[in-house]
């Protein structure tokens, strides 16, 4: 059991604290969280690297994976490290085309978020996505990510 703490994470946009095993491998819960998520009351889940370990997990770190929606309707984003050292916000999608189709995902009672249908995933899917990114700092293939323009709003009202 590793019981450095290395990732802050956080539940419906509440209480951060650290991402820990409490009794289960980290997979499994963070596969739980996931799960649970309705679109309703627990909406968004996010988790990220620690500046340092067993550092304050309320100081998010310059990366993170979040997602929102119900666990049979999640939007993915990450922020992720380029190679010229900045960080930038994705939507991690498919590599499929979604032929400028979209849909809306809940991430509050009162606003929502729309993106494009190759942009949505299951719990199950979301689960690999996130604990790839907690080993890694990065979303894998076959995933593509697709840049937020952060001068434009992001969400919409319900």
């Known amino acids: 059991m590793n019981m450095t703490k290395t990732h802050g994470e956080q539940i ?3 209480t951060s604290g650290y991402l820990e095993e409490w009794g289960r491998p ?3 819960g963070i596969h739980r969280i996931l799960s649970r998520m309705n679109g309703d009351d627990r909406t968004t889940y996010s988790i990220w690297r620690l500046a340092e370990p067993g550092g304050d ?3 998010m ?3 993170f994976i979040q997602a929102a929606g119900s666990a049979d309707k999640l939007a993915i984003e ?3 490290m380029t190679s010229d050292g900045t960080s930038h ?3 991690v999608g498919r590599q499929e085309p979604h ?3 979209t849909t809306t995902v809940p991430i509050s009672d009162k606003r929502m978020v729309r993106v494009f249908t190759n942009e949505i995933f299951t719990a ?3 689960a690999v996505i996130f604990m790839t990114f907690y080993l890694t700092d990065a979303v894998a293939q076959p995933y593509q990510l697709r840049e937020i323009d952060l001068s434009v709003p992001q969400s919409e009202e319900r």
Do not use: F, H, M
Request: a negative charge.
């Open 12 to 14: 419906g946009g509440g």
């Open 26 to 28: 980290i997979s499994d």
């Open 57 to 59: 997990p309320r100081r």
């Open 61 to 63: 770190g310059e990366t």
């Open 78 to 80: 990450a922020r992720v």
């Open 89 to 91: 916000l994705y939507a």
């Open 99 to 101: 032929n400028n189709e």
């Open 124 to 126: 199950d899917e979301a």
